[in-house]
């Protein structure tokens, strides 16, 4: 759902970058909040960061020639709140433009409100208010995730279609069911992979489990804050370095629905990028080149997470 530029018009870029600027000072301010209390913050972001990076690199067919791709705003939400999830997903979409031409810099104030604001801060109060209405235990709690991640999918491609709509790319009434219907169909792979994901973290380090999610997990081989980020980093390089190479090769849902509405010819892709469609020019070969661009791109997003995430949360308790 990656907005390219030449997509959204100008003003309304303009308008999504404050909007997204000022969510991120409010996010800055309520993650350094949460950090005075949780130990976890630092590293739990920082690996958060880097899976949701790696996972987006992970498309998969959803039929009719289209592919999805994970957003992980409800996900991160659900570990270290709203504020921590929106910039996580700030975080990766400004190394997916920059290095990897992967949504417009012009449009990233855009992609940031509609994945970052859209996804994971108005997201997270349905999240919270969904599991309130259901039964204690992990059934409910996981259930709780699986719905509002689809709705997460489904609220973004809706503000997506939107801000077409208001720059004159394709009518509302032809870019939002077209939007909506494509990713209402990637949300299941959205809900699935986020209740897989929190499981097994939850499973591993119980301890970063929120109070209101209203389960009892433990462990019997409970893994500590150094042994969570060893793990959770081997896993999102594996993921980008030998996993992404075997993703599917068919446009995503808004590369599909401007392809068929006939405004794919808008697009301004960014060819000066570093790693231009997550690929290393030197390298010949197509699957090394792309997990290379995977490898490196994850360990970018995590020391610029951990670094970050350091910096926000500035008590001693939020790092190791």
């Keep these: 759902m990656h907005i390219p530029d030449g997509f959204v018009s100008d003003p309304v870029n303009a308008a999504m970058g404050v909007v997204a600027v000022v969510a991120l000072a409010a996010s800055v301010r309520g993650l350094r909040k949460e950090s005075a209390t949780k130990t976890f913050i630092a590293p739990v972001f920082a690996v958060l960061a880097t899976f949701i990076f790696a996972a987006q690199m992970l498309n998969f067919p959803i039929g009719g020639g289209t592919s999805g791709h994970f957003l992980g705003a409800v996900m991160a939400a659900a570990v270290l709140g709203?504020?921590?999830?929106?910039?996580?997903?700030?975080?990766?979409?400004g190394v997916q433009g920059v290095l990897f031409g992967d949504g417009g810099m012009l449009a990233l104030g855009s992609n940031i409100v509609n994945m970052?604001?859209?996804?994971?801060?108005?997201?997270?109060?349905?999240?919270?208010?969904?599991?309130?209405?259901?039964?204690?235990?992990?059934?409910?709690?996981?259930?709780?995730?699986?719905?509002?991640?689809?709705?997460?999918?489904?609220?973004?491609?809706?503000?997506?279609?939107?801000?077409?709509?208001?720059?004159?790319?394709s009518a509302l009434d032809v870019a939002l069911p077209a939007m909506v219907g494509t990713h209402?169909?990637?949300?299941?792979?959205?809900?699935?992979?986020?209740?897989?994901?929190l499981a097994?973290?939850?499973?591993?380090?119980?301890?970063?489990?929120?109070?209101?999610?209203?389960m009892s997990l433990s462990s019997s081989f409970p893994?500590?804050?150094?042994?969570l980020v060893a793990v959770g980093l081997a896993l999102a390089l594996v993921l980008a370095a030998f996993v992404s190479p075997f993703a599917s090769g068919f446009p995503d849902g808004l590369e599909?629905?401007?392809?068929?509405?006939?405004?794919?010819?808008?697009?301004?892709?960014?060819?000066?990028?570093?790693?231009?469609?997550?690929?290393?020019?030197?390298?010949?070969?197509?699957?090394?080149?792309t997990g290379l661009a995977g490898l490196v791109g994850s360990l970018l997003v995590f020391g610029v997470a951990f670094g970050s995430g350091r910096s926000v949360?500035?008590?001693?308790?939020?790092s190791f």
Excluded: H
């Design 184 to 197: 209402a169909l990637i949300g299941f792979g959205e809900a699935a992979v986020s209740v897989v994901a």
């Design 200 to 214: 097994a973290l939850f499973k591993g380090a119980p301890s970063v489990q929120p109070a209101w999610a209203k």
């Design 82 to 93: 709203p504020w921590g999830a929106c910039l996580a997903l700030a975080l990766v979409l």
């Design 116 to 169: 970052g604001v859209v996804g994971g801060i108005l997201a997270y109060p349905v999240l919270r208010k969904m599991r309130s209405f259901l039964p204690d235990g992990a059934v409910g709690f996981y259930l709780a995730v699986g719905v509002t991640s689809w709705l997460s999918i489904v609220a973004a491609s809706a503000a997506c279609a939107i801000e077409l709509a208001v720059s004159g790319t």
């Design 256 to 289: 599909k629905v401007a392809e068929d509405k006939g405004f794919i010819s808008a697009a301004v892709s960014d060819v000066t990028a570093p790693f231009a469609d997550y690929q290393v020019a030197a390298v010949s070969s197509e699957t090394l080149s």
């Design 223 to 227: 893994v500590n804050e150094k042994r």
């Design 313 to 318: 949360c500035a008590s001693k308790r939020a």
